[in-house]
């Protein structure tokens, strides 16, 4: 089973960046998509960002243009900068690993995730 940290969360003020990372271990990363979600408090786990196996990168809208996703299969990492943050981005942010293997997702449904790390926290002050 693989074990997913992450790591990079912080207090910021808005406008502010961050850089998170989610690194892997004790499973196979290549060939596996990653995705970034992230939960509010009183809100739903939600997508943020994700990245095929090939390096296709995806996001919500709320975040693009302001979130890059990338991965290190050298590494067996990924990461996600996130810039000019905003007070509505404050949440728990998880990175997770698709339970299928050499799919480029069309959904970032987190059904199909089934590796979650325990999450960093990110908070915006306004």
């Known amino acids: 089973q693989v074990r997913l940290v992450e790591t990079g969360g912080g207090l910021v003020q808005a406008g502010g960046s961050l850089r998170l990372s989610c690194a892997t271990s004790?499973?196979?990363?290549?060939?596996?998509?990653v995705g970034w979600f992230r939960q509010a408090p009183g809100k739903e786990r939600e997508f943020a960002a994700g990245?095929?196996?090939?390096?296709?990168?995806r996001y919500a809208d709320s975040v693009k243009g302001r979130f890059t996703i990338s991965r290190d299969n050298a590494e067996n990492t990924v990461y996600l900068q996130v810039n000019s943050l905003k007070p509505e981005d404050t949440a728990v942010y998880y990175c997770?690993?698709?339970?299928?293997?050499?799919?480029?997702?069309?959904?970032?449904?987190?059904?199909?995730?089934?590796?979650w790390g325990q999450g960093t926290q990110v908070t915006v002050s306004s």
């Open positions: 004790g499973g196979t990363f290549f060939g596996y998509a």
């Open positions: 997770a690993q698709d339970t299928r293997r050499f799919i480029n997702p069309s959904s970032w449904d987190p059904m199909n995730f089934g590796s």
């Open positions: 990245i095929s196996w090939v390096g296709s990168a």
